[in-house]
C-alpha cells in the first residue's frame, strides 16, 4: 500500500527482459535507507518486490502480467522513475489510497500553464474512464493527483512547481504512456452494485452463505 507521494527519482541502470519477465535495476540513495530483501516499492506507480540491493541500487523482477498493463517494456537505461516505499501504519496519509496495481496505461496529450499550476491532459483507455470522476483521486506513474476536469475519456491533472521538480511527469512528450491506477472505492463500488443487480440479497441468501 502506498500514498502516491513519490519519494526520489530513481534512475534505470538496466533492463533484462525475457520469456520470465523483465529484471530491472534502478539506480537511487533515499529509498535504500530501510531497504531489505522483500521490500515493496513502487516503481512508476507499480508495486514491485526488492529482488536484490546494494550501495546505490536495487533490482526488482517484473512479471508478464505487470508488463502486459504497465510501460515497463519500453524502459530503457537512463530513464528516470518515481519510487516510493510501502506506508507504513505510523505514516500519515497525505496523499490518496494506493495499491501499486496498475490498471491500464494513459496517452499524454499536452500541457498548459494555468497559473502557478502545469496542466497535464490525457487519454484513457475507453473501458477505464468510467472511474474517473472530476475532484476524484487518481495516480499517474505512481503521484497521487486530483482530477481536474473530465470529458468523455480525457482527463487533466494539475501540477504545482514543486512536485513537477520531484516527478518524472515533467518529462512527458507528446504521445508518451503513462502508468494509471483509479480509485480502488470506485471499483468496489461497481462490483457491489453489480452484485445486488444480479442478485437477490435475502434472509435466505444471508443464511446460506454463512451470514447468519
Keep these: 500500500m502506498f500514498t502516491g507521494l513519490v519519494e526520489e527519482q530513481g534512475k534505470i541502470k538496466k533492463t533484462e527482459l525475457s520469456?520470465?519477465?523483465m529484471e530491472i535495476t534502478v539506480e537511487c540513495s533515499k529509498i535504500l535507507e530501510d531497504v531489505k530483501t522483500g521490500s515493496s516499492i513502487s516503481i512508476n506507480g507499480a508495486c514491485?518486490?526488492?529482488t536484490e540491493f546494494g550501495k546505490n541500487y536495487i533490482k526488482v523482477q517484473a512479471s508478464n502480467e505487470t508488463l502486459n498493463v504497465t510501460t515497463y517494456r519500453s524502459l530503457k537505461q537512463g530513464d528516470l522513475v518515481n519510487l516510493e516505499r510501502a506506508l507504513t501504519l505510523s505514516s500519515r496519509l497525505d496523499g490518496h489510497i494506493v495499491t501499486g496495481h496498475i490498471d491500464c496505461t494513459a496517452k499524454f496529450i499536452n500541457s498548459t500553464i494555468d497559473g502557478f499550476s502545469?496542466?497535464?491532459?490525457?487519454?484513457?483507455?475507453?473501458?477505464?474512464?468510467?472511474?474517473a470522476i472530476y475532484k476524484g483521486s487518481i495516480a499517474v506513474n505512481g503521484v497521487s493527483l486530483t482530477i481536474a476536469s473530465i470529458e468523455d475519456n480525457v482527463f487533466s491533472v494539475e501540477l504545482i512547481p514543486s512536485t513537477l521538480k520531484e516527478v518524472n511527469i515533467a518529462n512527458l512528450q507528446k504521445g508518451d504512456l503513462v502508468n494509471i491506477e483509479t480509485d480502488i472505492f470506485a471499483k468496489y463500488t461497481e462490483k457491489i452494485v453489480q452484485f445486488k443487480k444480479n442478485n437477490k440479497i435475502d434472509y435466505e441468501f444471508l443464511t446460506e452463505n454463512g451470514f447468519v
Excluded: A, C, D, H
Design 19 to 21: 520469456s520470465n519477465g
Design 48 to 50: 514491485q518486490t526488492v
Design 118 to 131: 502545469k496542466r497535464f491532459f490525457f487519454e484513457l483507455p475507453e473501458n477505464f474512464s468510467k472511474y
